[in-house]
């Protein structure tokens, strides 16, 4: 395994990727920063990738990204009691993300985009998974089309869920009164034709729903669609 320990923090601008480039090897890369956390800068990139080897890939860090952490290959962020915040962007296209959270505290707040490409999965273990927003300087946005597991921790939404495709939530969900949800309705099929968001626990569901129509769609009157399959149903009507 690769293993690299860094003591006094890291600020990049540049590009950190966590891969094994040897196909034969299913050896694990991790990155550790043991004081001071990882500040990822705006125009900065931290990347799990394949790279033809298998194997574990571990960011054992305090994370602050103003970057992009691109999810290429299945990553961990781990780090005790750590209060990780996403000012950047979050993009699981290729692998999943496991926010592995322990200790006193641990949080994991997103104030700009969190995006779970479909057939992707974001699981978040433990402490509280925050998208976050004040109303005027900031807005966290969760997206896609795959799965959020907050099964094992706590789930608040005081931003905008956008959907792009079916979002899955697994776990409960509270949304606070400043929460926005914002489907598209571009058809009559749920997923391909519109958004949905699909909560399996209990949800408290306050705030906006905002619904804009796409690919010039026009409903007619009779036709129902289930944006949210724990709660809200829309009908059409002349």
Known sequence: SAHLTVAGGIRNAGTVELLNSNAASVASATLTVSGGGLLNLPGGIVRSVGGGGSGG????????????????????????????????????????????????????????LVSVNLGRSLIVSGGAFINASDGVTFVGVLGGAGTIDVSTASFSNTGLISPDGILAVTGAASFGATARYAPHLGGTAPGTGYDRLAISGSVNLTGALEVAFSNGFTPVGGEQFTVDRKSTRLNSSH
């Open 57 to 112: 890939r571990t960011l054992a860090a305090a994370l602050t990204n103003q970057g992009t952490l691109a999810v290429e290959y299945p990553l961990t962020l781990s780090r005790a009691s750590a209060a990780h915040g996403n000012d950047g962007s979050v993009l699981l296209s290729g692998g999943d993300l496991t926010i592995a959270q322990s200790g006193t505290t641990p949080s994991f707040t997103n104030r700009n």
